[in-house]
């Protein structure tokens, strides 16, 4: 089994390679396209335009150039297929973005995307309230060259309306100078120099999973009270000052502004920001288990005919292995195409073997997926962490 410590070298590695990344203050995108909406009236200009595509995504998570100020697989995209797909870092955190689109989902009224990509426990509320719709795999032929690991979830165990965009690693990221030992441990992350300096995810099942784990519990199993337990763990060091905010993706931001020295946060993440500033960020699974899940490309409920069909042609491009590696080397997630390990090793050699983009099963094995919860159960969670973080 790796050690963290050969993990946290092997990340660093990864960070060595001559790869361009895109940078660490997102929003390129500018407008939303929620905000588009609003400046047009209301119903977008592009719902009926059959050569429109609106793909609402989380930030640091496609490859950008920086120069061109550009997505080159979006750009190549558009070029062969003529579709203008428009795109947009409209993800901080899924109950936000739920927030914002739920009213119309329920209206059927057009949410201003045509592909949306929420996180694994979200996508199955999507599916479970009817607000997606069912893909025509006859325009998907990639379908198939989803990782057999991923092929049946129980939200959506025939992938019909849904495929995995990245997987998602979460774990202890952290400021290299101010933590020099490193963070492997919860002692770590609590210790003396951060205080005051932490931030955690308001990723639920990431945040207290972790603390869960440090804590001996199995989050495959994980009881309400054990569950209610690592909460108040959270909301005394919130108390008492160590944890500074419960924050989604903004908490890159913390840390590269010097207001977060550790964090609980995502592996694409910290490797992106470690590149972007001279390898002062690190990033490992802890050693009592990190959390792993999936972002899902998905179709909503209220995009156009054509917005599904192009919806359908962006999904398939992306499932493209000779695609996916390209992202894959830029965003540094788990990469849930067949076939992309094979074509990275063309591109970049030595990202082809990385445990944090081709988990082996030793790796594997030391990522957890927190228990599915019952709707009762996820009200009742979700109340008890916001509650905790002040909310």
């Given at each position: 089994m790796a050690t963290e410590r050969s993990l946290s070298l092997e990340a660093r590695s990864i960070l060595g390679a001559r790869i361009s990344r895109r940078g660490v203050l997102v929003g390129a995108g500018g407008l939303s396209a929620a905000g588009l909406l609003a400046a047009?009236?209301?119903?977008?200009?592009?719902?009926?335009?059959?050569?429109?595509?609106?793909?609402?995504?989380?930030?640091?998570?496609?490859?950008?150039?920086?120069?061109?100020?550009?997505?080159?697989?979006?750009?190549?995209?558009?070029?062969?297929?003529?579709?203008?797909?428009?795109?947009?870092?409209?993800?901080?955190?899924?109950?936000?973005?739920?927030?914002?689109?739920?009213?119309?989902?329920?209206?059927?009224?057009?949410?201003?995307?045509?592909?949306?990509?929420?996180?694994?426990?979200?996508?199955?509320?999507?599916?479970?309230?009817?607000?997606?719709?069912?893909?025509?795999?006859?325009?998907?032929?990639?379908?198939?060259?989803?990782?057999?690991?991923?092929?049946?979830?129980?939200?959506?165990?025939?992938?019909?309306?849904?495929?995995?965009?990245?997987?998602?690693?979460?774990?202890?990221?952290?400021?290299?100078?101010k933590n020099p030992k490193g963070v492997r441990t919860l002692d770590d992350l609590f210790a003396p120099q951060n205080k005051g300096k932490i931030v955690v995810l308001t990723e639920m099942r990431d945040t207290i999973g972790i603390i869960l784990m440090s804590q001996g519990v199995d989050i495959t199993k994980v009881t309400e009270d054990q569950f209610m337990n690592a909460v108040d763990f959270m909301a005394k060091k919130i108390a008492d000052g160590w944890i500074r905010g419960v924050k989604g993706n903004d908490y890159a931001q913390d840390l590269t502004s010097g207001d977060a020295t550790a964090v609980i946060g995502w592996s694409g993440d910290m490797f992106i920001l470690a590149s972007e500033n001279a390898g002062k960020f690190d990033f490992a699974i802890p050693e009592s288990g990190g959390t792993i899940s999936g972002d899902n490309l998905m179709i909503p409920s209220t995009a156009s005919p054509a917005g599904k069909a192009n919806g359908e042609k962006l999904i398939n491009y992306y499932y493209d292995p000779t695609v996916a590696a390209e992202v894959a080397a830029y965003v540094n997630y788990v990469c849930p195409v067949k076939g992309a390990q094979a074509e990275m090793e063309k591109i970049a050699p030595e990202l082809a073997t990385s445990e944090y983009i081709f988990p082996t099963e030793k790796t594997a094995a030391r990522l957890h997926v927190f228990r599915s919860l019952t709707p009762d159960e996820e009200t009742k969670w979700a109340q008890a962490f916001q509650k905790a973080q002040g909310n």
């Open positions: 047009c009236g209301g119903s977008g200009a592009s719902k009926n335009d059959a050569k429109t595509l609106r793909w609402a995504n989380w930030p640091l998570y496609l490859d950008f150039d920086s120069k061109t100020k550009k997505y080159p697989t979006l750009e190549k995209f558009k070029k062969q297929t003529g579709i203008d797909a428009q795109y947009f870092e409209d993800y901080n955190d899924n109950d936000e973005f739920f927030g914002k689109v739920q009213a119309q989902l329920k209206l059927g009224q057009d949410i201003g995307y045509d592909v949306v990509t929420p996180t694994d426990w979200m996508a199955a509320r999507w599916i479970r309230l009817g607000y997606t719709q069912k893909f025509d795999l006859a325009n998907i032929p990639n379908h198939g060259n989803i990782l057999d690991s991923l092929k049946s979830p129980s939200y959506d165990p025939k992938r019909e309306s849904s495929l995995t965009w990245q997987g998602i690693m979460s774990g202890f990221g952290w400021n290299t100078a």
